[in-house]
Each structure stands twice: as structure tokens, then as C-alpha cells.
């Protein structure tokens, strides 16, 4: 089967905007809210939205790395790949928004909580994604906000494409033979 | 790539170019953690290292346990002062009867060079080799090739002399591999006496005079004279020797540029170096030790990936 798009520019153009209008809505002007991408897809997402609020220059956007807190660590054939973590701010107090592009088995936030531990303690933490991968959870993790959600099986594969790294903006469903 | 293609790391003899720059991308990474108000993350936290040390070791053993701590490995100690080792058991016993209360990783120091190839022959187990007699210390010259490239960039091509006791210098077999590999040019200087015969068929340049040998370099590491492993005389008099192999600040003035100064530790302050030279702004003595925990931590996080 080829990939099977789910969403064109335009789509991911009209939900990026949504998402930015609802983290407004909540948290007026980030005074006491940071966004946080987790690497290594995270991050682009997170400047596209920061974008998308730049009527306010102060929001403090951070990449954290959570490599070395994932709990898949010699179950896979090769050693994972650390990216860069940049927190250039102090999160302990405010509201965290945790930032990736697909929630899939949730093991991937759950490694983000206890690597965010490590630079202190948040009021409270808060998940953004653009694709929930509902029916697939292996923990307990919910998004606060959501792009789409997408009914998927486990063989399958959700690939969403930037503009800056593919040279496009969209999403597909690709099935892994 | 994102794999080493050794097993263990025995020595930088086995290392290849691609290994060296993954283990120096790794540890940006801890070098980054270990600069957080918690330094700490659970990579490793299923996994048991048994630091044997049969040699005295201060810096080593600190860095290798604060590593694997970081890591959160857990980890036992084991000195050879007051073990049975003293009591006539050989180093396969001791190791194996370690391994079967189900360690996954060995760190080891021996007096004797090849201690960590033999074992690692002998056990099945994951071996690191923290110096064995005069042969490798592969973690040292890594924190040193590192923590010299994060001042001057890239090393390839540039000038690295190494002075003093070449002979009896783990370090300097270590450091001499690393740089090579890294495309760098390495230059000893010591007394004759110190500096073993056919040295240079490993490729590197022999210059007796010290000033001379000073001026063309980019950096200098400053070797110990290592007193516990001679059991003759190789030069008249310590003050004989720090006359001509002494570095102080006023041969660094008369000196063409600025070098860097690099020291493995422990340093014999007066001897091989001044004290003013050992605190002034080239020498990287105290970065090479902050890097020598972040260098470990990414070998042991390398390592620990290929286990079972």
C-alpha cells in the first residue's frame, strides 16, 4: 500500500493555527508558561507555534533531550543518539507544554517528565501534540492539546514532514511491511 | 553510525576514527548533564560495574565512580590492599568470582601492561582498561584529545609534543595512538634514557632538545616521572632533569606563541612543571579532569548498549 496522506500543508497550516489560538486562550500572555520541544522532532513543531505567537517575543521556547531517560536502552540492536538539550530559562513554578509531533505509545513523554525533573520543579506540565495515535497507548498519558487524532495499526507508521527538513509540510500514514 | 566497533576498550589501539569522534560526540552530551543542577540520569540503571583497582589510582577512580553514578550503574569497589589477592589468587579467580555475583562491566587498573587484553580473553565480561602497567590508559589520552580540541578546534594536522618519561608512560602510548588517528602529529622529548628504542616506528618524531622541540608544537603534555616503576637509575639527579626538561614561565615567554599546557596528573609541582605554569591561563589541566567524567560516561554509555 503506498503512504497514505492524512493531512496537506493546508490542513497542518489551519491546525497549527487552532493550536496556537487555544494555547492563547489558556495561557494569555506565557508570562508564566515556557514550551518545551522534545528532541528530535519536537522542536520544530514548537518554533512553528512560537511563530505563530510572535506577537509576543518573550515566550521562552526550550529543547530538551531525553535520551538517556527512555527506558528502551539496550533493547534496541543500536545505542541511541543523544541531540541537544537548551534550556536557557528556569522552569521551576511555571507551566510546562511539553511539545512532539506524534503521541504514539506515550513512553517517549514519560521519559520527557523524568528528564524535565532534572532541571527542577514545574507548576504543572502540559502536553501538545499534532498526532495522537489513539487505541496504541502503553501508559496512561493523554494530550492536553491535539492536532488530529489517527486511528492506526501497530505495523503502521505516522510521518509528519517539515518544510525546513523534507521540504514539505504533511503527514502520512506509512505501513511497515 | 551509532555503534563503537569494539566491545571493550582495552586500549586506543583498537579504536577506529569513528569510534574516537562518536565517543567525543557522546560525551557533549554528558558534558552537558553533568553541568545541571542534577546530574544525574538513569541510563545505566540496570547495570552492575565492578571497579578493580590493583594499582593506586586517585583521579582514575574518582572520575570512573562519579561516571558511573552519574549513570546511575551501581557499582562495587575493590582495591587489591587487603584482598585475597594478597593471599595468592590469581587475577582470572579473583575477576571470575566477581562476575558470577552478576556483574555486567568491569573497570580495571593492574600493574601489569596487557592485564585488561588477557582478561578480557579469559572472562566473559565487558572490560575497560583504566592503565595496565606501562601500556594504554585509552580514558586519559580521550579527555586529553578532547578537552585539547574544545580549545583549539581540530586536530588534524596540528603539533603535539609529549615530554618526559616516555618509557615507563602508559599515557604517552595512549596519547600517541589518539592523536595519530586523529590526523595529528605527535613529537616525544625527555632524556634518552627515557624514551624507549624504535619509538619511531610508531611514527612519531624524537627531539632531544626541549626549547627547540617547544617552538614548533601547538601543545605540550607534561608527563610525570614515574619513580615507582624504575628499579635503576635512568638520569643523574631530579635537578639535572629539571633543568633541561623543566618547564617553567620563562621558557614559555621566550617561546614563538601560546601553547597549551596539558598535565595527566598527579603533577610533581617544581619538577617537570612551576607551579606558575601549572596554574596560568594554557594550561587546561583542571578541564582535562572535568572531561575525563563526561568522556567516561560516554565510554561506559557506549559499552553498556552492545551488553548481552
Redesign the interface.
Known amino acids: 500500500m503506498n503512504p497514505k496522506k492524512i493531512l496537506n500543508a493546508n490542513e497542518l497550516s489551519t491546525i497549527l493555527h487552532r493550536l496556537s489560538y487555544q494555547l492563547i486562550e489558556d495561557h494569555n500572555d506565557f508570562s508564566n508558561t515556557v514550551l518545551i520541544g522534545i528532541q528530535p522532532r519536537g522542536p520544530i513543531l514548537a518554533t512553528r507555534l512560537l511563530q505563530l505567537l510572535n506577537d509576543n517575543d518573550n515566550i521562552n521556547l526550550g529543547f530538551l533531550d531525553i535520551t538517556f531517560f527512555r527506558d528502551d536502552f539496550r533493547r534496541n540492536e543500536k545505542s541511541l543518539k543523544a541531540s541537544t538539550t537548551s534550556l536557557d530559562f528556569v522552569i521551576e513554578g511555571k507551566t510546562v507544554i511539553l511539545i512532539d509531533d506524534v503521541l504514539f505509545t506515550g513512553r517517549s513523554i514519560r521519559a520527557a517528565l523524568d528528564a524535565i525533573q532534572s532541571y527542577g520543579r514545574p507548576k504543572s506540565i502540559q502536553l501538545l501534540t499534532l498526532i495522537d495515535r489513539r487505541f496504541s497507548r502503553e501508559l496512561p498519558i493523554q494530550p492536553d492539546y491535539c492536532g488530529i487524532q489517527v486511528d492506526s495499526r501497530l505495523n503502521e507508521k505516522v510521518k509528519v514532514n517539515w518544510n525546513e527538513n523534507d521540504g514539505e509540510d504533511s503527514v502520512y500514514l506509512i505501513k511497515n511491511k | 553510525m ?3 566497533s569494539v566491545n571493550h576498550l582495552l586500549g586506543i589501539k583498537y579504536l577506529n576514527l569513528n569510534d574516537l569522534k562518536l565517543i567525543f560526540e ?1 560525551s557533549d ?1 554528558f558534558k ?2 553533568i553541568n ?3 546530574k ?4 545505566l540503571r ?1 547495570v552492575t560495574i565492578a571497579n578493580l583497582f590493583f594499582e593506586n589510582s586517585t583521579r582514575t577512580k574518582i572520575s570512573f565512580e562519579l561516571a558511573q553514578k552519574r ?1 546511575s550503574a551501581d557499582v562495587v569497589n575493590f582495591s587489591s590492599n587487603g584482598s585475597s589477592v594478597s593471599k595468592g589468587e590469581t587475577l582470572i579467580d579473583t575477576v571470575n568470582n566477581i562476575l558470577s555475583m552478576k556483574v555486567d562491566m568491569v573497570v580495571i587498573r593492574h600493574p601489569s601492561p596487557g592485564a585488561s587484553v588477557f582478561l578480557s580473553k579469559n572472562v566473559d565480561s565487558c572490560i575497560i582498561n583504566a592503565g595496565d602497567g606501562t601500556h594504554e590508559h585509552p580514558t586519559q589520552a580521550l579527555l586529553d584529545a578532547y578537552s585539547l580540541s574544545e580549545r583549539i578546534g581540530d586536530l588534524n594536522g596540528r603539533k603535539i609534543l609529549i615530554v618526559g618519561d616516555i618509557l615507563h608512560s602508559r599515557v604517552a602510548l595512549s596519547n600517541i595512538f589518539t592523536y595519530q588517528k586523529l590526523g595529528a602529529k605527535v613529537t616525544v622529548c625527555g632524556p634518552k634514557s627515557l624514551i624507549p628504542k624504535h619509538i619511531e616506528s610508531l611514527g612519531v618524531t624524537v627531539e632531544t632538545n626541549f626549547i627547540k622541540a617547544l617552538n614548533q608544537c601547538d601543545a605540550v603534555n607534561m608527563l610525570r616521572i614515574q619513580n615507582e616503576r624504575m628499579s635503576e637509575t635512568y638520569f643523574p639527579s631530579t635537578r639535572e632533569y629539571v633543568q633541561q626538561f623543566g618547564l617553567n614561565q620563562q621558557i614559555l615567554d621566550s617561546l614563538n606563541k601560546e601553547i597549551i599546557i596539558m598535565h595527566p596528573g598527579p603533577i610533581n609541582r617544581g619538577v617537570e612543571i612551576t607551579s606558575e605554569v601549572a596554574d596560568s591561563d594554557q594550561a587546561i589541566i583542571l578541564d582535562q579532569v572535568e572531561n575525563g567524567v563526561a568522556i567516561r560516561m560516554a565510554v561506559m ?2 559499552l ?5
Request: glycine share 0%.
Open positions: 551509532s555503534n563503537l557522546t552530551h552537558e548533564v545541571r543542577k542534577i544525574k540520569v538513569p541510563s540496570d549513570l554509555y557506549l553498556a548498549s552492545k551488553l548481552y
